[in-house]
């Protein structure tokens, strides 16, 4: 069951499942990954789930404590399924078949724990070459602006020298060593 809110974000709801079974621990770990098969196939045929609908399955030891989570996808009422699951752990009719051992859940072993999730936002990808090209493109401006700063400061330094020299030259060459005595007044 999807829940949609104000904002128009729809939240999936999951619950969280936990029940007791009569089995050995290390048995159960030593056959883990056929266990959760057997006991998810078990759980989808008997209560109308998806086998995709329950995940997270972990285990602890007491017994063997099975924890998982059941969520929605869209078509089938998980508040139902694990009411009926409640209900029949309650009865003490929980029972299922692994490697010839009948294991019955401990009827009063049934935890439930509803809450809703966001499903995951899908970002656009991030367009790196992009950005790169943006990078490079105003590193390039940068580095042409300081070569023409650089060129026009180079060349007129070069102008001001070459002009201060033309004119000590200029000064020099009117010198003689005399004096001009046409507006000398005694």
Do not use: W
């Amino acid at each position: 069951m999807s829940v949609i809110l104000a904002d128009c974000q729809i939240k999936d709801k999951v619950i969280q499942v936990s029940l007791t079974l009569n089995a050995t621990f290390d048995r159960i770990m030593q056959n883990r990954e056929r266990f959760t098969g057997k006991l998810k196939h078990f759980l989808a045929m008997k209560f109308g789930l998806s086998a995709n609908a329950m995940r997270d399955f972990k285990f602890r030891k007491g017994s063997v404590i099975v924890e998982f989570k059941v969520s929605s996808d869209g078509v089938t009422d998980i508040d139902e399924a694990v009411n009926m699951m409640e209900t029949e752990v309650a009865a003490g009719g929980f029972s299922f078949e692994f490697d010839g051992e009948n294991l019955q859940a401990a009827h009063d072993s049934f935890k439930s724990n509803p809450y809703e999730v966001s499903p995951p936002t899908t970002k656009p990808p991030r367009n790196d070459l992009v950005v790169y090209i943006v990078i490079g493109v105003v590193l390039a401006i940068v580095v042409i602006i300081i070569f023409v700063s650089l060129i026009y400061c180079v060349s007129k330094s070069k102008k001001e020298a070459a002009k201060k020299q033309k004119s000590e030259n200029l000064e020099f060459r009117d010198y003689d060593g005399g004096y001009d005595n046409k507006n000398y007044k005694a």
